[in-house]
């Protein structure tokens, strides 16, 4: 009787003919999917941890599931663009607004320096953060964040304030 319910209870997770490949792909997109509302998830592309497309979207937002630096996020194009820029060490320049949602927060990622996207352990001076659900922009005009404080304490701050990469952090909910 046991068994026959765990082979019940195995049949209605995994659909009958699914690999798992499926499975996998499925997993990744759920995952993907807490780091924005479904008004942008429903119609978002979606790439695995290496980059591969593994679901194509219409709406111009690139959901990415947790990895071992971030949690899920997903990204418009020139979010995409900066840390495209980001991870291939290169500039970047902005070339208009950006919006990255990250409603899940950082997830099991151990977090990320304040002041440096270089830093990748905690130290006594890079004011290192863990945040809970927020959004990121990027503001086209440098000039446009003067005035702004870079407190990751406060609701609204700078993050990576002397760096190409600068951009606004909107808190959404508390950690």
């Known amino acids: 009787m ?7 209870a195995l049949v209605s997770v ?15 997109i759920a995952n993907a999917s807490t780091a924005a509302p479904a008004s942008v998830t429903d119609k978002a592309t979606f790439v695995d941890g290496d ?17 071992a630096m971030t949690g899920p996020m997903c990204n418009d194009a020139q979010w995409e663009a900066l840390m495209g820029a980001l991870m291939a060490g290169k500039p970047y320049v902005p070339t208009g607004f950006g919006v990255s949602y990250m409603l899940a927060g950082e997830g099991t990622a151990p977090g990320v320096s304040n002041i440096s996207p270089a830093e990748t352990e905690p130290t006594p001076d890079n ?20 005035g702004i404080s870079t407190d990751p304490a406060d609701p609204v701050y700078v993050m990576w304030k002397d760096t190409p990469y600068r951009h606004l952090m909107v808190r959404i909910a508390e950690e």
């Not at 591969?52 to 937002?61: D, F, K, L, P, S």
């Not at 990121?136 to 440098?142: G, N, R, Y």
């Open 127 to 146: 004011d290192w953060i863990k945040d809970g659900p927020h959004m990121m922009l990027i503001l086209p005009d440098a000039a446009m964040l003067e």
């Open 51 to 67: 980059g591969n497309v593994i679901r194509e979207g219409t709406n111009g937002y690139t959901c990415h599931p947790q990895s």
């Open 14 to 28: 995994v659909p009958i003919g699914a690999t798992a490949q499926d499975t996998d792909t499925a997993a990744l």
């Open 2 to 8: 046991r068994h026959s319910i765990a082979i019940a």
